[in-house]
């Protein structure tokens, strides 16, 4: 497979998941969308192997809303204390 179409099939993928995710609802993100804990700087954040690793991952925080599930490197990672928390 030739790297534009490796790299159109892999863009296509991406926003496919993306039209999927629900919206950003009140408390995860501010105006215009903005997420101040972005899942891919929580230290739950395990991202996915491979390429797909460089924008999606999951939280593998118990506690999250987000626990196990698939996440957009920018979207909010569901966790609420990170600060008195240690990654386990």
Not at 22 to 33: A, H, L, Y
Not at 42 to 57: H, K
Not at 60 to 68: D, L, Q
């Amino acid at each position: 497979m030739s790297k534009n179409i490796e790299r159109d099939l892999a863009s296509a993928i991406h926003w496919s998941l993306m039209r999927q995710r629900e919206p950003i609802t009140s408390g995860e993100g501010g105006e215009g969308g903005f997420v101040e804990m972005q899942a891919l700087t929580c230290p739950y954040y395990v991202p996915l192997s491979g390429e797909w690793g460089s924008d999606w991952g999951a939280i593998m925080h118990p506690r999250s809303t987000k626990f196990g599930q698939l996440v957009f490197e920018h979207e909010w990672c569901g966790c609420t204390n990170h600060p008195e928390e240690e990654k386990p």
